[in-house]
């Protein structure tokens, strides 16, 4: 059974049914759950690093990121776990890259995590930041995709 399951929050639908999923996890297993928030700065800082309001969009996404974390744990506490939780500012490299290394460092035996499970064209043009993590990571990675009704018909 997985005893250190991390779970890398960014506040999306998919991303909050990668967090149940892991609590279910922790729950059945007794697991440690880790809440990992990634404040990508490198994609902020490169269009607009002499740019008016590059520091106030920073201050912006870490107080985003801060509340993410503050629901995720929110949410583990209502099912009885106590997480902890770690925002990261990411300046270069790739946000798997930082979850992937905080996995390792941490010693997740699992990551757990929401993906939207593009394909095609949308794929190929915003990547697949889930894919990276399943490609780098040093544990297992358990992939939730969101079967809601709505995206089901999107999908047709």
């Known amino acids: 059974?997985?005893?250190?399951?991390?779970?890398?929050?960014?506040?999306?639908?998919?991303s909050m049914l990668g967090l149940q999923e892991a609590i279910r996890l922790a729950k059945s297993g007794k697991a440690k759950l880790r809440l990992i928030h990634v404040v990508d700065e490198s994609a902020v800082l490169q269009g607009s690093v002499y740019s008016f309001g590059a520091t106030d969009i920073l201050s912006i996404l870490k107080k985003g990121g801060e509340e993410v974390l503050k629901r995720s744990l929110a949410l583990a506490g209502k099912h009885g776990l106590k997480a902890?939780?770690?925002?990261?500012?990411?300046f270069t490299g790739r946000v798997a890259d930082v979850i992937a290394g905080d996995a390792k460092k941490w010693r997740a035996d699992l990551i757990v995590m929401g993906t939207h499970g593009r394909r095609g064209f949308n794929h190929m043009v915003l990547g697949s930041e889930a894919e990276l993590v399943v490609r780098s990571?040093?544990?297992?990675?358990?992939?939730?995709?969101?079967?809601?009704?709505?995206?089901?018909?999107?999908?047709?």
Do not use: H, N, Q, W
């Open 137 to 156: 990571s040093p544990a297992p990675v358990l992939l939730v995709r969101d079967f809601s009704p709505a995206k089901r018909k999107s999908a047709k």
């Open 84 to 90: 902890e939780a770690k925002l990261v500012e990411s």
């Open 1 to 14: 059974m997985y005893k250190r399951i991390l779970v890398p929050v960014d506040g999306s639908r998919t």
